[in-house]
């Protein structure tokens, strides 16, 4: 499968976003979904996650409650909504893809990435 990320930009703080990520290939809906960032220096970490079926969720503590993880089994997206941004959320963000029966939190259980997708938050 080939991921393209999207819906990256310039935002103040307390500020939205909604990045999607397209996937192309065949067997979407055999594939979780995971969002992971990069910041300047820092290593890449987990943000979000969801099954296959959409039954499952999982965020990183840093974003849960602002930050929503979705999937469309049709048109083969999977979406990140950001809210209530901050400065911090500042990073690169990657959709990635993993087959399997549920999904990692661990960007070593991914099989497939996206190009990424630049987030910046001014204060």
């Known amino acids: 499968v080939q991921l393209q990320a999207s819906g990256g930009g310039l935002v103040q703080a307390g500020g939205s976003l909604r990045l999607s990520c397209s996937a192309s290939g065949r067997y979407f809906t055999m594939y979780n979904m995971a969002w992971f960032r990069q910041a300047p220096g820092r290593e890449r970490e987990f943000v979000a996650a969801i099954n296959r079926n959409r039954s499952a969720r999982d965020y990183a503590e840093s974003v849960k409650g602002r930050f929503t993880i979705s999937r469309d089994n049709v048109k083969d997206t999977s979406d990140l909504e950001m809210n209530s941004l901050k400065p911090e959320d500042t990073a690169v963000y990657y959709c990635?893809?993993?087959?399997?029966?549920?999904?990692?939190?661990?960007?070593?259980?991914?099989?497939?990435w996206g190009r990424g997708t630049q987030v910046t938050v001014s204060s």
């Open positions: 990635a893809a993993h087959y399997a029966t549920t999904y990692s939190l661990s960007r070593d259980g991914y099989d497939y």
